[in-house]
């Protein structure tokens, strides 16, 4: 029967605490947690395409709420992600061709994505709302 004195020997293996915080790391969780947020933009627009095919009062029902401040944040964030989930994208397809795995050049890199996807964000909602 092993007691506690048994688990003293083991070695401990790492904890976040070990872990120091980097971008490509957060560029890691933001591309999966953008994918997800790109599932939660395909129902909208699948609404939007049911709302539209039910009638004109129906879309007009569905265009009023998706106009509400809530739902143009979500509208927001659902852009952010998909600007984001390109831009990494293509510098996932940088890294199928060998390139960018220098240290230096994947955090530079990995701020490009993050920038990007915020700038072209904005960018995307000033065309719609300024147009």
């Keep these: 029967m092993a007691g506690p004195q048994a688990n003293d020997k083991r070695p401990l293996s790492p904890h976040l605490q070990v872990w120091r915080w980097h971008v490509t790391m957060?560029?890691?969780i933001f591309h999966r947690a953008s994918g997800v947020a790109l599932y939660l933009g395909a129902m909208v627009?699948?609404?939007?395409?049911?709302?539209?095919?039910?009638?004109?009062?129906?879309?007009?029902?569905f265009m009023s709420f998706l106009m509400s401040p809530l739902c143009l944040l979500i509208l927001f964030g659902i852009t952010a992600a998909a600007c984001y989930?390109?831009?990494?994208g293509i510098r996932h397809l940088a890294w199928d061709a060998g390139k960018g795995f220098d240290p230096k050049v994947s955090t530079a890199t990995g701020w490009a994505t993050i920038v990007a996807g915020a700038v072209g964000a904005v960018l995307v909602f000033a065309l719609a709302f300024l147009a």
């Excluded at 709302?51 to 879309?59: M, W």
């Excluded at 989930?85 to 990494?88: C, G, I, K, S």
Aim: aromatic residues 8%; negative net charge.
């Design 45 to 61: 627009l699948t609404a939007w395409v049911v709302a539209l095919a039910s009638g004109p009062a129906a879309y007009a029902d």
């Design 26 to 28: 957060a560029t890691s």
């Design 85 to 88: 989930h390109l831009a990494n």
